[in-house]
């Protein structure tokens, strides 16, 4: 093992350091080991000394880097070395490094490759990284990666239960600069190892490399068997007070100095997710570490502030001191934070060495986010294991206020093709005719029927999911496919009425989910309903670990209780409104509107038009310093709702506008004085600069069947988009491929096409692009599920989109070069049918500014000459000053945020507020002409439900383009959801449909206006 003498008092020491691929903890010795003689590596008499020399340089540098440099006398060895004759160095060299070589690889001149151990000392820390040297003698000179593997260091997670044991280790071999990520090429190299156990005492591994398939050498000569002593790590206890000063859970993110994570992710095991770089422990509760420094991180939900703390553990135990610090706690206002759908199996969980995790492991993560309602929703996945766990009641490890309960989500069986469905509050947990999941009705009506009939609360699950729509604007008027998994069968149940418990009528379904799919998709569906004058409510979640995985709560509603906190009167507050939405870091209290609170049972009425007020507390935070990444993703990425989203910047603030304009006048005169006499001839050259280019027709190729049933579907997916083919490697138009041809087809741009793709294939679409100049050109491009992108062989766009083909899923800029280019995209299917969309434009000048260029100076407006001048002056060196202070007042961040009064679906009035965690009234007057439903939001973190309005006792009926897309809707939702349906739900299933479309035809003949 290598030694660092330097830093010695003692004979022997643990000391901390770190790598560029993984935290490492290394036993440093004050002299080599002694040579044993079963263990000694061979001497490589023959390799150029040279390069062997510069690998060597480059390997102290790494040591120093990792921050472990040699010993001084292995040092002096090596400086020797760089001054002695060939033969003397090469010796030299071997009896300085050798000693820390735990094994040495040879590969002969086959490129066959056998291992043994070398004479470093097998010691580990238990909960660390340590790390060793591997001897390579490489006869056939081979270039490639050398590769490492164990059996032991298989992942944890998904492991049988009879493997936990052997699974112990983990390991990396360190191929980061300054070394080479390949073998070199000459006949000796040291390579570094890093080894992770997880276990204290003694531990064997068997260890094996290869430098590609096939090379391992026959027998038992291509691995060796090595046995470790490991030390015992230290226990560190973490002392966690809340606030009050009372015991309390946190979330802990450890990391040594270069940000590796502790303990390792891939040897985790409930309640410790794999998937997580934090751990959860409550008050008292320890962590083993080995010695060293760490960074940590404690968190407790969007509720409490950040919190960052050094750690020192030494040899002795430690302890780690946390006072938890709030920056708002809504249940003191009766306000009580809950995540509807969470899970405890399926997607990021594993399946082994048990089917998911336990309701206590679920019960310590909704502790440690502060989250105090979680119901843990059966699916699917491990269906019949997890049901044993409903209790139709809170789950036992509940401690107030925190409270767990198993309820279902209809997903991977049953209705769930129609739309998945939250049921909560059940009292049975499956319907009568079988004891499991293979009986279900197919129809999501007939699910809400029997959920109901008990007592249910329901909605769908992740509502957005088949209802994208193009761009930001709410409402949104252009009608979704309604082809997946959220709210899609909704826009037909919602008009349906179904027995309650007490046999009386009640609504079918109850609430939308909100805050886990991008927000314009599932607010949108919730706007048109409600101007149709349905009265579905909304509650938060999560999809843990599903859509989120990196905690519980990201998504959450908060519900008004009048008393204590009780899992079915939460529920409760759901189904009457009496809840806002959030991702946690703003909130909307105590919504009232002419005094009406939200959640009451009674509409606010007025005999005519005229006016309301609606008053709030609103607060929010958003720390100093802007997350620019979040501000400025694209809608349709995560996180799709956060405060971070709504940070208003100088662009959005009156106070700005002035001095933006006053700029932009600056260079607009500046521009126009410049190109006086000249400017009829620049604009012709500009535009001969930014023709567009001569685009040729699409032709295809496919489909091509993708392999490998037993992986995921998304899985699947992914893995062929990265598999080549053949016409990835291609800079021109490729060749068929053995039985296809290239088929040409006439899809317009600017369209989304199907494509003639089946269930999990691939295909390729080819059009070549003509210019006679350099140009640079702009693609917008999308596809259902993942689309690859080549220009001229060169790869410029990858992307795994699982949803229909829009505009924005993948964008780039080429360079087109004068002559013939060619454009290559790789489609890949999963389920379902397949897609496209493609757009380009030139880069620089938009089609509006184009037919500005067009018109003759005189006859242009004052606006369009403005539009031309600053997009002049943009691009033109001699006003980059100019320019440059016209973007930095329009990016200059503020610490605020928009609160606006939402009025059927519009921005009626608004209110800006800072988010520094001060609580602030804020008071809206708007006058409604007609019934009308009113919110507040602070978009996208929070939204209220509505509280709604009578004028003159007329139901709300607030736009006939609502109700003509809700018909819409229902008519695309039928093409799509009856090949799901069962043939003797069929009849079911027409009846259900035709009832919409009659209902949504009424509202649309009784709505005046548009």
């Not at 002392?239 to 040594?256: K, M, Y």
């Not at 401690?399 to 939250?422: A, I, K, N």
């Not at 000048?845 to 403005?866: C, F, M, W, Y």
């Not at 600053?870 to 329009?890: A, F, T």
Request: glycine content about 8%; aromatic content about 8%; overall charge negative.
């Amino acid at each position: 093992m290598l030694a660092n003498s330097t830093r010695l008092r003692m004979p022997t020491i643990v000391l901390p350091v770190v790598t560029t691929l993984l935290a490492t903890i290394i036993v440093v010795q004050e002299t080599p080991p002694a040579k044993v003689l079963a263990q000694e590596l061979a001497e490589v008499g023959t390799v150029e000394v040279q390069p062997l020399l510069l690998h060597v340089q480059r390997l102290r540098e790494a040591l120093n880097y990792l921050g472990q440099p040699l010993p001084e006398g292995t040092s002096a060895l090596l400086d020797r070395a760089a001054k002695a004759e060939d033969a003397q160095a090469r010796k030299l060299v071997q009896q300085a490094l050798d000693p820390y070589c735990l094994l040495g690889v040879m590969i002969n001149p086959e490129s066959r490759v056998k291992v043994k151990q070398g004479p470093a000392r097998p010691k580990l820390v238990q909960n660390g990284w340590s790390q060793f040297l591997v001897k390579v003698e490489n006869q056939a000179r081979v270039t490639g990666p050398l590769a490492a593997t164990s059996p032991n260091a298989d992942k944890l997670p998904g492991a049988e239960q009879d493997r936990i044991r052997d699974l112990w280790l983990d390991l990396e071999l360190f191929n980061s600069r300054p070394l080479t990520p390949t073998l070199m090429g000459i006949r000796l190299e040291y390579r570094i190892i890093q080894l992770y156990s997880r276990d204290a005492g003694k531990r064997s591994a068997i260890f094996s490399f290869d430098v590609g398939q096939g090379t391992q050498d026959i027998g038992f000569r291509n691995d060796v068997l090595v046995t470790f002593d490991c030390s015992k790590a230290v226990p560190v206890e973490l002392r966690v007070l809340d606030e009050n000063g009372q015991p309390s859970t946190a979330a802990f993110e450890i990391r040594d100095p270069l940000g590796r994570v502790y303990p390792s992710q891939a040897k985790r095991l409930a309640p410790d997710f794999a998937f997580h770089p934090q751990i959860y422990r409550h008050d008292t509760e320890t962590v083993d570490l080995p010695p060293g420094e760490y960074d940590v991180e404690i968190t407790r939900g969007p509720e409490y502030l950040k919190q960052q703390k050094k750690l020192v553990v030494t040899g002795a135990p430690a302890s780690l001191q946390v006072r938890l610090k709030r920056w708002v706690d809504p249940s003191l206002f009766g306000w009580w934070s809950g995540d509807h759908h969470i899970h405890a199996a399926g997607c990021a969980h594993y399946s082994n060495p048990s089917e998911g995790v336990l309701a206590v492991d679920m019960f310590r993560h909704c502790q440690g986010e502060d989250l105090k309602v979680g119901a843990n929703l059966t699916w699917g996945p491990c269906f019949d294991y997890q049901k044993q766990f409903f209790t139709g009641m809170v789950d036992k490890v509940s401690r107030y206020p925190y409270l767990l309960r198993y309820d279902v989500e209809v997903s991977g069986f049953g209705s769930h093709s129609s739309g998945h469905l939250c049921l909560l509050r059940l009292k049975q947990q499956i319907p009568p005719g079988g004891d499991s999941k293979d009986h279900w009705p197919t129809l999501c009506l007939n699910t809400l029927r029997w959920a109901k009939k008990q007592g249910a609360v329901c909605g769908p699950a992740h509502s957005g999911w088949g209802l994208e729509v193009p761009g930001t604007d709410l409402p949104n008027y252009n009608v979704p496919r309604f082809d997946s998994i959220g709210a899609d069968e909704y826009i037909v149940d919602v008009t349906h009425t179904v027995e309650g418990p007490d046999g009386n009528q009640v609504p079918a379904v109850d609430f939308l989910s909100m805050v886990d799919t991008p927000h314009t998709w599932e607010l949108n569906i919730w706007y048109h309903i409600l101007n149709c004058g349905y009265r579905t409510r909304v509650s938060g979640e999560t999809d843990f670990p599903c859509i989120y995985g990196e905690r519980v709560g990201l998504g959450r509603s908060y519900v008004k209780l009048a008393g204590m906190l009780d899992y079915d009167a939460w529920c409760e507050g759901i189904r009457q409104g009496a809840a806002y939405v959030s991702d946690g870091r703003s909130h909307l209290l105590d919504l009232t509107v002419d005094g009406i609170p939200l959640g009451s049972r009674n509409d606010v009425r007025l005999d005519q038009p005229g006016s309301i007020r609606a008053t709030a507390q609103a607060v929010a935070y958003l720390q100093e310093e802007p997350i620019r990444e979040l501000k400025n993703l694209d809608p349709a990425d995560q996180p799709y709702w956060h405060i971070e989203r709504a940070r208003l910047t100088g662009k959005d603030l009156e106070e700005f506008t002035p001095r933006i304009r006053q700029v932009e006048d600056k260079l607009i005169a500046r521009v126009a004085r410049d190109l006086t006499g000249r400017q009829a001839e620049v604009e012709r050259s500009y535009l001969a600069d930014h023709l567009p280019p001569a685009l040729g027709g699409w032709k295809f190729m496919g489909p091509i069947a993708i392999g490998n049933p037993s992986d995921s579907n998304a899985n699947r997916v992914r893995k062929a988009q990265k598999h080549d083919h053949g016409p990835e490697t291609t800079s021109t138009m490729p060749e068929p491929l053995t039985g296809l041809n290239w088929e040409p087809h006439d899809w317009p741009d600017g369209e989304a096409h199907e494509i003639p793709l089946d269930e999990f294939s691939v295909g390729y679409l080819h059009r070549t692009i003509e210019v006679n100049r350099l140009v640079d050109l702009d693609l917008d491009m999308g596809a259902d599920d993942a689309i690859r992108v080549w220009c001229n062989g060169e790869e410029v766009a990858d992307k795994f989109t699982s949803r229909p083909a829009m505009p924005g899923q993948a964008t780039c800029r080429v360079t087109l070069k004068p002559g013939t280019n060619h454009l290559l995209l790789k489609i890949s299917n999963g389920r379902g049918i397949s897609e496209f969309y493609f757009q380009s434009k030139v880069h620089g000048i938009s089609q509006q500014l184009r037919d500005i260029l067009n018109k003759p100076v005189a006859g242009r407006t004052p606006e369009e000459s403005r539009r031309f001048y600053l997009h002049y002056g943009r691009r033109d060196e001699s006003y980059q000053e100019l320019v440059k202070s016209i973007d930095e007042l329009g990016s200059s961040s503020s610490r605020s945020v928009n609160v606006e009064l939402i009025v059927n679906g519009y921005v009626a009035e608004q209110q800006r507020i800072v988010a520094d965690g001060t609580m602030q009234t804020v008071s809206f007057t708007t006058r409604l002409e007609r019934s009308s439903w009113v919110a507040l939001r602070i978009l996208p973190s929070s939204h209220t439900n509505p509280v709604f309005v009578t004028v003159d006792d007329k139901p709300i009926r607030a736009s006939r383009r609502s109700a003509r897309w809700c018909l819409e809707g229902v008519k695309k939702c039928r093409t799509q959801k009856l090949q799901f349906i069962d043939e003797d739900e069929t009849e079911d299933f027409h009846v259900a449909y035709d009832h919409a479309q009659a209902a949504y035809e009424k509202i649309l003949a009784e709505s005046e206006v548009e």
